[in-house]
Nanobody, 128 residues
Framework: QVQLEESGGGLVQAGDSLRLACVVS????????LGWFRQAPGKEREFVAA?????????DYAESVEGRFTISRDNAENTVYLQMTSLKPEDTAVYYC????????????????????WGQGTQVTVSS
């Protein structure tokens, strides 16, 4: 059974940083593309960041987080990270990590429907 477990959320002030982590268990990790999405109250889930398989040579970010957030992966630890800096109140949301079934190398995915496995989410709240 595939499980994704996020951690690292919390309550911070605007301008602060947080690092989210997501551990993937129950399946091989290296050949999965990985992503982070978020959902704010009353809004639809939206793409945040994505990273390609294996060594994560390709990444993509939502325009709203470009330059502030960094996605990375550690295949030895079966973990994907989201480093968030210069946080803003509009970043407040539940953050979800997602993983694909095995895919060809070099690709990342920005649509929620392209992911096969999801975590339960971790709350990030940024106060002004």
């Amino acid at each position: 059974q595939v499980q994704l477990e996020e951690s690292g959320g919390g309550l911070v002030q605007a301008g602060d940083s947080l690092r989210l982590a997501c551990v993937v268990s129950g399946r091989p990790f290296s050949n999965s593309a990985l992503g982070w999405f978020r959902q704010a109250p009353g809004k639809e889930r939206e793409f945040v960041a994505a990273i390609s398989t294996w060594f994560g040579g390709n990444t993509d970010y939502a325009e709203s987080v470009e330059g502030r957030f960094t996605i990375s992966r550690d295949n030895a630890e079966n973990t994907v990270y989201l480093q968030m800096t210069s946080l803003k109140p509009e970043d407040t949301a539940v953050y979800y990590c997602a993983a694909t079934a095995p895919v060809a190398g070099g690709y990342y995915y920005t649509n929620a429907y392209e992911y096969d496995y999801w975590g339960q989410g971790t709350q990030v709240t940024v106060s002004s």
